[in-house]
C-alpha cells in the first residue's frame, strides 16, 4: 500500500489498528520519537525493549527499526525472527521500519520479510519502506506498507476514508525512482565518502563511534553527558542531536548526520581535527 511516506504510517498505525488507552506499544530501546508519538496520539502506553524476551505479555503493537535510527544497528535475521515469534505468540503485529535498508556500510541490513527471517508467511508482520534515504526524495512524502494482507487491508479501509491518498504525480514518481537503481547507488556513493571523513575525523578528536554499521547516522561518544558535547560541538559549529532524545540509554552518545553537502562535511571533518 503506497504511503504518505513512512513517518504517516508511524504516528498513525496504532489508532488505525484500534488500539487505546488499555493498550501497549513496545518500541526499541533507543528509538526515532514519533514510535512513542503515534502510542500517545491513539491514548496507549509505550513500552521499550532490547530483545525479543523483554516485551511484556500484554504488548498490542511491536516497533522495529533496523537499520536504527540512531544508532545505525542492524539486527540479524535471527534476532528478528525471535521478535517475530514473540509477536506472533501475543498475537501483536510486528511492523519493521525498514527506511534504511539500502544504506548498509559494515552489515547487510536484511527485511523482516526476507525468507531468511519469516519464510513464506508474512503472518502479523509488516515492512515500512520510503523513498526519502534511498532516491533522496523527503519532500515527496512516498513510502509504502508491504507484508501480511489482512493487515494491509484493515490499513487501506481505514485510511482511504480519511484522505489520506498519495497523489497520482507522486505515484509516478515513485515508480520511476524504483525503476532506477542507479541514482541509488550514487547517492549512497556520496554518503559513504561523508561518512568516511567524518567518522575519522571524530576519532581523531576522542570519539568512540559505536553500532553506526548502516544508515545515515554516526552514534558517537566521548564519556560525556551528551548536552555538553553538544555544547562542545556547536563551539566549532556542528550541529549534533542529543542522544537522549531518543531515549535515556543515549544519555552519552550524540547522533551526527552525513546529510549535509561534501563540502560541509570536509569543513567540520577540519574543525573536528583543528586543521
Known amino acids: 500500500m503506497p504511503s504518505i511516506g513512512s ?6 498505525l496504532p489508532i488505525v489498528f484500534g488500539l487505546n488507552q488499555n ?33 511484556p505479555d500484554h504488548t498490542d503493537l511491536i516497533w522495529v527499526n533496523s537499520p536504527s535510527n540512531p544508532t545505525g544497528e542492524v539486527l540479524s535475521a535471527d534476532q528478528l525472527k525471535e521478535i517475530v515469534a514473540r509477536g506472533r ?3 501483536a503485529p510486528v511492523v519493521s521500519d525498514e527506511c534504511y535498508i539500502e544504506l548498509g556500510w559494515e552489515a547487510e541490513p536484511i527485511s523482516i520479510l526476507d525468507p531468511r527471517v519469516c519464510g513464506t508467511d508474512f503472518t502479523g508482520i509488516l515492512a515500512v519502506h520510503s523513498l526519502s534515504k534511498r532516491s533522496n526524495l523527503a519532500g515527496y512524502r512516498s513510502g509504502a506498507v508491504l507484508g501480511d494482507a ?5 490499513i487501506v479501509s481505514l485510511r482511504k476514508h480519511a484522505g489520506l491518498l498519495v497523489s ?10 524504483l525503476a532506477d537503481d542507479a541514482h541509488v547507488a550514487i547517492q549512497k556513493a556520496r554518503y559513504a565518502k561523508r561518512r568516511e571523513v ?24 566521548n564519556g560525556s553527558d551528551c548536552l555538553e558535547t553538544v555544547n562542545w560541538l556547536a563551539g566549532k559549529g ?14 552519552h552518545h550524540v547522533r551526527l548526520a552525513l546529510t549535509a553537502t561534501d563540502e560541509r562535511i570536509a569543513s567540520a571533518a577540519a574543525r573536528l581535527t583543528g586543521n
Open 7 to 12: 513517518k504517516e504510517i508511524v504516528a498513525l
Open 23 to 55: 493498550s501497549t506499544v513496545a518500541i526499541p530501546e533507543l528509538a526515532y520519537p514519533t514510535y512513542a508519538v503515534g502510542a500517545l496520539l491513539a491514548h496507549a502506553k509505550f513500552v521499550t525493549y532490547r530483545q525479543a524476551s523483554d516485551i
Open 89 to 91: 505468540q501475543l498475537s
Open 150 to 154: 489482512k493487515l494491509i487491508n484493515d
Open 168 to 177: 497520482t504525480p507522486v505515484q509516478l514518481a515513485t515508480v520511476a525512482a
Open 198 to 221: 567524518l567518522r575519522a575525523a571524530l576519532s581523531s578528536a576522542g570519539f568512540k563511534i559505536e553500532h553506526s554499521q548502516a544508515g545515515l547516522y554516526l552514534w558517537a561518544t
Open 238 to 251: 556542528i550541529l549534533a542531536a542529543p542522544g537522549d532524545f531518543y531515549g535515556p540509554a543515549g544519555q
